[in-house]
């Protein structure tokens, strides 16, 4: 429909005379419209049109249709309600003619319920049965030993959410994890209201024995976990993103390359840029791929925005001096610049292959070490001129943010934190080889001794050989190679020796499984050989690397919200609990009923004010926005 307001604002300006008379007209027209309009009203009123009267064929089928109460019909219906969870479809997708047909095909005495039934009745009831099916499998695990992982995100309608996913090893050794609740959040982002929430949450799903939480590395959130007297650590994904945050721009040519960089790519990711460099990338022979610009919270985004620009390097040189582009000299790459780049590629490569490791779904805390160790050797092995300055940082950095460097003590020495050592020392791929510190390796196994006696750290001997092993892909045969080698010492008594320092040496002669093994897998087979470091793998063992899980939330959420704006939190909340949980309960669609007296564990919202104000970001505290769910590539 074209807009004639320009037309009318031109005559009035330059021609009053033929104005006047124009705008009479339309004035005349308007009224004659509304009359009309009156009289047809009052037509209607006098006749009643009634609908065609229906065929005998489709009085037939609708007699023939199933009772609401019809076994087939509720069958039926609850099939619609998880597939529209599943699929992240809208409830008006029911009301779509082509869907109506396409299950009037397939049988004709369904009855499609309204987008109106779904949200008020079909969808309620299905995040109840969830809700139960969940809360009886936690009860069920006689495990009892469960991580979390929490953050904390406003939607694009700016509505507060706060997500609690919960993880464990099951009785047959499987890697499960369950959301409970990515919750609307209403009240203070302070640590104070976070606490609380997080107690709550815990309380009303009866999770008692909770192993860590892992969290954002924000002030608000580490003091709220800290506060509910939980044990905690840091995103490592979140970690890693803050090393390269903060290194980037400590070298001065790099800075420039990359604000030059930046400066490009806004250029050709504009709506004209690309369409003018889409005829360079065929010129060059390259991917038809678009530029992917840095972002302050996008995981991995560095190191891809390089990645792509080397991609694209012949195209960026042909585009370069396009007089409708119009690049200017802040925005042109120097030879300097182009030489750079794959050098800094080189150093960021370490940090993008482990962030990559730790977002998978089967991820563990214990490769925060291992990992650890493997990125400092790859950037030691970098040997390139012209990034001294920025390979030192990163070591620098390195040292800060997980050797316990901080003067703060914000980010402990991951090698000495209780959570992460023993966990590596429980992984079967790594032990005592994913340590680069061996008296550190040495207070790990103390601490496990510990764990296994129920005690406080003794002055245990525990020092068994790892055997050597196949160490899996090549990439890490340089890094799981033992920091020391030593014969178990005489315990003084050979008839009688520790049942639990004995186990433990066992399970350290035992070889290594591959990096590409599962270590449940290992923990399956020798359970019943080793028991007691069989129960300490099972607990931890279960946290996982980041926080991923939690912005894989986010993710969900957001696609939700994306074009149903006026979807209410809570409703929000219960399409996401269903999605994520129909996974996890392997599609198990023939859920029992919830019982009369079941309470459900997510009825409660909390909104509560606290007195004091805390900052909710600062230099470390960031909240990063996992490349999971913002995925970089086209």
């Known amino acids: 429909m074209f807009q004639t307001s320009s037309m009318w604002g031109h005559l009035k300006a330059n021609h009053p005379a033929e104005y006047k008379v124009a705008d009479e007209a339309r004035q005349e027209s308007s009224k004659k419209r509304k009359r009309q309009q009156e009289e047809a009203n009052k037509i209607q009123e006098i006749y009643v049109i009634r609908p065609q009267q229906e065929t005998l064929e489709q009085n037939s089928e609708r007699q023939l249709k199933y009772p609401s109460d019809h076994k087939f019909q509720k069958e039926g219906e609850n099939l619609i309600g998880y597939w529209l969870c599943d699929a ?17 095909h397939f049988n004709k005495r369904f009855t499609v319920p309204s987008a109106k039934v779904l949200r008020e009745r079909i969808v309620p009831e299905l995040g109840a049965k969830v809700q139960y099916a969940v809360k009886e499998s936690l009860d069920k695990s006689v495990t009892g030993f469960y991580a979390v992982t929490t953050d904390m995100w406003t939607s694009p ?23 409970l609740r990515c919750m609307p959040y ?13 107690k709550k949450i815990s309380n009303d799903w009866n999770l008692s024995d909770i192993h860590a939480i892992v969290r954002d590395n924000a002030n608000n959130i580490t003091r709220g976990v800290r506060m509910s007297g939980f044990s905690d650590i840091g995103c490592f994904a979140h970690i890693l993103h803050l090393i390269v945050k903060h290194v980037i721009n400590k070298q001065s040519g790099v800075k420039l390359m990359r604000s030059r960089l930046r400066k490009l790519v806004k250029k050709l990711k504009s709506k004209n840029g690309k369409h003018i460099f889409v005829k360079y990338q065929s010129q060059a022979g ?78 563990c805390v214990s490769d925060v070490i291992p990992l650890t160790k493997k990125i400092r050797i790859e950037v030691e092995k970098v040997d390139e001129p012209g990034i001294g300055t920025l390979k030192k940082e990163i070591e620098t950095f390195i040292k800060h943010y997980l050797d316990g460097d901080d003067p703060r003590n914000k980010f402990p020495d991951i090698e000495t934190n209780k959570i992460t050592a023993i966990a590596t020392l429980l992984d079967p791929r790594y032990k005592i080889a994913g340590f680069a510190d061996a008296s550190k390796a040495l207070r790990a196994k103390a601490l496990m001794l510990s764990e296994m006696r129920g005690s406080e750290i003794g002055t245990s001997s525990a020092t068994a050989t790892d055997s050597a092993s196949n160490s899996g892909a090549d990439a890490w045969s340089d890094v799981l190679v033992d920091p020391f080698e030593t014969e178990p010492e005489d315990t003084g008594n050979d008839d009688d020796p520790c049942p639990y320092e004995s186990e433990m040496n066992q399970y350290f002669k035992l070889s290594r499984v591959p990096v590409d093994s599962d270590p449940l897998e290992f923990w399956k087979q020798y359970s019943s050989v080793l028991p007691n470091l069989a129960n300490l793998a099972r607990r931890y063992l279960c946290p996982p690397a980041s926080s991923a899980p939690s912005e894989r939330e986010f993710k969900i959420t957001k696609t939700i919200v994306k074009d149903r704006l006026r979807l209410l939190p ?28 079941f309470e459900l564990p997510n009825r409660r919202t909390y909104d509560m004010e606290v007195d004091e104000d805390m900052q909710d970001d600062s230099e470390d505290g960031d909240h990063a926005s ?3 769910p913002e995925s970089e590539e086209d």
Not at 96 to 104: L, P, S, Y
Not at 161 to 176: G, Q
Not at 318 to 332: M, S, W
């Open 88 to 104: 992240l479809k809208p409830y008006t997708t029911v009301e779509n003619e082509m869907f109506v047909r396409m299950i009037a």
């Open 157 to 179: 309608t700016f509505e507060g959410f706060i997500s609690y996913t919960a993880h464990f090893i099951t009785v047959d050794w499987k890697r499960k994890m369950v959301v």
């Open 186 to 198: 209403s009240c203070k982002h302070t640590g104070d209201s976070i606490s609380v929430v997080l």
């Open 286 to 363: 390259v991917p038809k791929n678009s530029m992917i610009l840095s972002g302050e919270t996008r995981w991995k985004s560095e190191y891809l925005m390089l990645k792509r620009a080397e991609e694209q390097k012949n195209a960026i040189k042909l585009a370069e001096d396009d007089a409708e582009l119009a690049l200017t000299t802040a925005a042109k790459l120097t030879p300097n610049d182009w030489s750079l780049i794959p050098k800094v590629i080189m150093l960021l490569q370490p940090f993008y292959r482990a962030t990559l490791a730790t977002e998978s779904e089967n991820s």
């Open 570 to 597: 809570n409703n929000v909340e219960t399409l996401l609990f269903i999605t994520y949980n129909l996974r996890a309960l392997d599609y198990d669609l023939d859920l029992k009923s919830v019982p009369e007296n």
């Open 626 to 628: 996992s490349s999971c």
